[in-house]
Nanobody
Framework: QSDVVESGGGLVQPGGSLRLSCAAS????????IGWFRQAPGKERERISCLTGSDGMTYYDDSVKGRFTISRDNAKNTVYLQMNGLKPEDTGVYYCAVRELPVYRQCNDYKYVYEYTYWGQGTQVTVSS
């Protein structure tokens, strides 16, 4: 079984909502950064949000700020991405990624795909009427 498993994708109409889950079963989230990445058709994978495990600080790309919310459930070792007000341009494969976080660093210090160690298989989100 993979260390990181995403779920919750699907087809939704514009303006609708979805909640993605990232189960990171073997990680104590306090010591890791968790990032959500999106890969739109024909485009590179880009980070849209992240959470710093040690203090819960969060970051959002401008494209999702005010619409998406990242959160965690420590008891379940799970991170969520609540997506509201979905737009057709939000369509893509969404990936959860995890990396160990050095002391005094924040998740926003790590923006690129190569900086994350553990990846899920991705979940498809399609926003269309």
């Amino acid at each position: 079984q993979s260390d990181v498993v995403e779920s919750g994708g699907g087809l939704v109409q514009p303006g609708g909502s979805l909640r993605l889950s990232c189960a990171a079963s073997r990680f104590g989230l306090d010591y890791y950064a968790i990032g959500w990445f999106r890969q739109a058709p024909g485009k590179e994978r880009e980070r849209i949000s992240c959470l710093t495990g040690s203090d819960g600080m969060t970051y959002y790309d401008d494209s999702v700020k005010g619409r998406f919310t990242i959160s965690r459930d420590n008891a379940k070792n799970t991170v969520y991405l609540q997506m509201n007000g979905l737009k057709p341009e939000d369509t893509g494969v969404y990936y959860c990624a995890v990396r160990e976080l050095p002391v005094y660093r924040q998740c926003n210090d790590y923006k690129y795909v190569y900086e994350y160690t553990y990846w899920g298989q991705g979940t498809q989100v399609t926003v269309s009427s």
